[in-house]
């Protein structure tokens, strides 16, 4: 008998004790926007509760992965069809004044009703899946990043109706983009639903897959500037494609990151500059196409009927 009894005081200890270490759930809100199901996680106990802990806990990439990361992935990445994705954004957090004032930033603005006006907006130009998007601040190392590059947010969709959300608050014009943003994962998020076949991309199709994401932004929030859209000059644009235009229809993971993300040739950011123009003129020389015809029409007929090399031949003109 003593022996049982011991057995369930050590039993009810490792309960307490689990009860004691467990996570705390996102806060969630649940919508429905033109028949559609619309998920909003915010992670403000979540951080509350990574930066309490990690006061003992030195080992951050641990402490960001269980605390934080194994959190989202229990939430958004099954059956994502761009689950790989996850892994980019895994950067651990450092527990410290910064991302608490982002996180108490993030928790003094009415989220909620921001995203839903959005959403209103976005779903009744193009409807989509049942949606789920995660708020998180984002961590300190890619606060230079955004400095870099006057963005004050990063957005990463995964698959279907599944999309990421990484704000630094410490913008001043972070609620400004914030609608521009949510719009052009939105618009990826609908494409996947309708288009996917696997991530195996030709160049020209992930252009044209981020062009049109921001094309369908830029048309319901043109007065936000989003700089990655402009981001080359016309001569350093022309320069770009001439390296880059025989390969275009060629494929690779390896191709398409040093398009989007630069490298000692091709600055950070052209991709989406060259992927826009494209889709523009494009869009310019068919204006009655909408955007529910535009999400579906084959990349390679939206580059040959864009008279884009034509463009750039002007543009040198001028």
């Not at 976005?122 to 961590?139: M, N």
């Not at 913008?171 to 990826?188: G, K, S, V």
């Not at 996947?192 to 696997?198: D, E, G, P």
Request: proline share 4%; net charge neutral; glycine share 4%.
């Amino acid at each position: 008998m003593k022996t049982k009894y011991l057995v369930a005081l050590i039993f009810s200890g490792l309960l307490v004790t689990s009860c004691q270490d467990k996570t705390p759930e996102f806060e969630k809100t649940v919508l429905t926007i033109n028949n559609q199901r619309i998920e909003i996680l915010t992670a403000f106990k979540l951080f509350d509760n990574y930066l309490e802990k990690s006061k003992t806990n030195t080992n951050i990439i641990r402490a960001s992965k269980r605390l934080v990361y194994d959190r989202v992935k229990k939430e958004i990445i099954s059956n994502a069809e761009a689950a790989f994705l996850f892994n980019t954004i895994k950067v651990p957090y450092k527990p410290n004044e910064y991302l608490k004032a982002e996180t108490d930033a993030l928790k003094s603005i009415d989220l909620i009703s921001i995203i839903k006006e959005v959403l209103i907006k976005v779903t009744s130009e193009l409807p989509g899946p049942d949606t789920k998007i995660i708020i998180l601040p984002a961590s300190e190392y890619l606060h230079q990043t955004f400095e870099k590059n006057n963005l004050p947010l990063s957005g990463l969709t995964i698959g279907t109706g599944k999309i990421i959300l990484m704000i630094d608050p410490t913008f001043e014009n972070w609620t400004d983009f914030l609608p521009y943003a949510i719009a052009h994962e939105y618009h990826h998020s609908t494409w996947i639903s309708r288009n996917w076949v696997s991530s195996d991309f030709s160049l020209i199709e992930y252009l044209i897959f981020e062009g049109r994401a921001d094309m369908f932004a830029s048309d319901l929030y043109g007065n936000m500037n989003n700089p990655l859209i402009k981001i080359l000059s016309k001569q350093q644009e022309t320069q770009v494609w001439r390296l880059i235009e025989n390969e275009i229809f060629e494929k690779g993971h390896a191709r398409i990151n040093k398009v989007m993300f630069g490298d000692d040739m091709i600055p950070f950011g052209s991709g989406y500059t060259i992927g826009f123009n494209i889709v523009k003129h494009y869009k310019q020389k068919n204006p009655t196409v909408s955007n529910l015809d535009l999400i579906d029409r084959d990349p390679k007929l939206i580059f040959k009927l864009s008279g884009y090399t034509d463009y750039l031949t002007e543009k040198n003109k001028n």
